[in-house]
């Protein structure tokens, strides 16, 4: 059975930093995406790496947050530096077997997300 477990959120206040990581158990993926969603609005996608290193980012995060992936191939990480209060949301770990994408609908794979709160 293939499972994605998010670790790392918490609380944090402005200009902080947070990592989160993702751990696939069941096999390996070529692409882990991480999309966020706060209660009102739609679920947001903030990047995504393909094997080895292509990485994607939502314009909102460039610069201040980074994507990377352990060499074995089933974990993830999200590197959140610059954190403001907008960033504010559950962050969702997500896998797929194909390229990179910007979609939530193209993961087939999800975990249970993470809190991730940033205070002014």
């Known amino acids: 059975q293939v499972q994605l477990v998010e670790s790392g959120g918490g609380l944090v206040q402005t200009g902080g930093s947070l990592s989160l990581s993702c751990a696939a158990s069941?096999?390996?993926?070529?692409?882990y995406g991480w999309f966020r969603h706060t209660p009102g609005k739609e679920r947001e996608f903030v990047a995504a790496i393909t094997w080895p290193s292509r990485t994607l980012y939502a314009d909102s995060v460039k610069g201040r947050f980074t994507i990377s992936r352990g060499n074995t191939g089933n974990t993830a990480y999200l590197q959140m530096n610059s954190l403001k209060p907008e960033d504010t949301a559950v962050y969702y770990c997500?896998?797929?077997?194909?390229?990179?994408?910007?979609?939530?609908?193209?993961?087939?794979?999800w975990g249970q997300g993470t809190q991730v709160t940033v205070s002014s």
């Open positions: 069941g096999r390996t993926f070529n692409t």
């Open positions: 997500a896998a797929r077997t194909g390229g990179g994408t910007y979609y939530s609908t193209d993961y087939s794979y």
